[in-house]
């Protein structure tokens, strides 16, 4: 199975990765997305931890961290402890400044890292989560070996992810359209595999289609406004294609109503 962004993109890894990470630490995905980076938003996050079980007394790695929302609100409703690893180095000084904001440090932690080779020591976690990240890792294989090397025996997986059911259409192809995850969706199938292939037990796969074309709706209606605002010069937003973003989210959006891509979670289980 093909999992080299360098195939699909031409891009070296190192270069794609900088890249997802600039645009999530960027003012444009705080005003498009808000503070949780993933469909869904907290309220599958909650579906998450109720699945893994988490309560006082559980590590947890949040793989992929992004701005720390997550990390945040699992400390926050379950009480257990959480090491968010994030690749953006701007990132992780958000999310560690809204940790100290919303009162959690003595729970949760946030530090500079890749995915696909982690600088912790091994069976560490009670769990591992990963929230719309995964898909974006050029080297798969080796995100979910290290998933599966820092979980405690019985520790679990939680993931979710954009999945796509044929090919990506061309108008979906490019850099920001993979970046934005949605090039990079996965079979559901595939996230198994990559999950199997670590030697974890997959339990559960729910698909969360839904959440997908409610989470675009959002960011249409917010892509709107902010270039409203723009012309208006109410906000200074000089990167910003407004041209292009727009055309993604509306070949976004024809993909997605097809039902050619979807979200889905899923579980897995270290062996005891
Ligand atoms: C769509 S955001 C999701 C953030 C967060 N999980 C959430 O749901 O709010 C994807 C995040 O993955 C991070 N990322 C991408 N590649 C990574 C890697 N190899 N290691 C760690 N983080 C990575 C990006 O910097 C970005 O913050």
């Not at 993109?9 to 960027?26: F, G, N, R, V, W």
């Not at 898909?135 to 796509?164: I, M």
């Not at 108008?171 to 030697?199: K, M, N, P, T, V």
């Not at 289609?209 to 723009?230: C, N, P, Y």
Request: proline share 4%; glycine share 6%; aromatic share 6%.
């Amino acid at each position: 199975m093909d999992s080299s962004a360098d195939e699909t993109l031409h891009i070296p890894s190192d270069e794609l990765k900088a890249c997802c990470a600039a645009l999530y630490s960027s003012d444009l995905a705080r005003l498009l997305l808000g503070e949780s980076f993933h469909p869904g938003g907290l309220r599958l996050t909650d579906r998450l931890g109720k699945l893994l079980d988490l309560r006082p007394g559980k590590r947890v790695l949040d793989v992929a961290a992004g701005r720390g929302a997550s990390a945040i609100f699992l400390a926050q409703r379950f009480g257990c402890e959480v090491l968010g690893i994030e690749y953006g180095s701007a990132s992780v000084l958000d999310a560690t400044h809204a940790a100290e904001v919303s009162d959690v440090s003595h729970l949760v932690r946030f530090e500079q890292g890749d995915a696909e080779c982690l600088t912790l020591g091994n069976e560490q976690f009670d769990a591992v989560i990963c929230e719309c990240a995964f898909c974006t890792f050029p080297n798969k294989y080796a995100a979910a070996a290290e998933f599966a090397r820092v979980l405690r025996p019985a520790g679990k997986v939680g993931l979710t992810d954009l999945t796509r059911s044929g090919e990506v259409p061309p108008e979906l192809q490019g850099l920001l359209a993979w970046i934005a995850c949605i090039a990079a969706a996965r079979h559901i199938d595939d996230y198994s595999h990559f999950l199997e292939h670590a030697g974890l037990a997959v339990n559960l796969v729910e698909p969360h289609d839904d959440t997908l074309s409610a989470m675009l709706h959002d960011i249409r209606s917010k892509l709107f406004a902010a270039e409203l605002l723009v012309k208006l010069k109410q906000i200074h937003l000089p990167s910003v294609d407004f041209d292009q973003a727009r055309s993604l989210a509306r070949a976004a959006a024809d993909a997605i109503k097809a039902r050619r891509f979807g979200y889905a979670l899923f579980i897995a289980t270290k062996p005891s």
